[in-house]
């Protein structure tokens, strides 16, 4: 299942990153996980899914509530996330005519989280039912 509606997250052994845009910033280590990460920022029409899973197959994130399936994803303008391990993307088949950087990010725990949804879903109106009385 992808999701493409805040919130959303994602937390697998491999995940396959597709952006236009990939930004890594600097690695940091977090207080409550215990490990360093190397986080980025994927950015116009972004995308990040599960290749393989988490063994044993349970949030290593507790806080966050993640989808965990192979095959479940996220896709938005902007997601965020990190990975146990550096990595650089190389360049893939993007959306059209547009090129994009992706890759599979090492194996490990790696997390990624839906930042900004698409534009268009925010314009969108929920439908008002019509009632007609006679």
């Known amino acids: 299942m992808i999701k493409y ?16 845009r990939f930004n890594p910033y600097p690695p940091s280590k977090h207080e409550t996980l215990g490990f360093m990460l190397y986080k980025f920022k994927l950015s116009d029409t972004s995308s990040a ?9 349970e ?3 507790r806080e966050k509530e993640s989808l965990l399936d192979v ?32 890759a599979d990010t090492p194996e490990g725990r790696n997390f990624a989280e839906l930042d900004r949804m698409y534009a268009a879903l925010l314009k969108i109106k929920p439908k008002i039912p019509i009632t007609h009385q006679h």
């Open 71 to 102: 095959d479940d994803g996220i896709a938005a303008e902007i997601i965020r996330g990190f990975t146990e391990s550096p990595f650089k993307p190389g360049l893939v088949r993007g959306s059209g005519a547009h090129r994009a950087q992706g």
């Open 59 to 61: 949030c290593f994130w």
């Open 5 to 20: 509606k805040q919130p959303a997250s994602i937390q697998g052994a491999i995940l396959f990153l597709r952006a236009r």
């Open 49 to 57: 899914v599960i290749k393989k899973e988490l063994e044993p197959k």
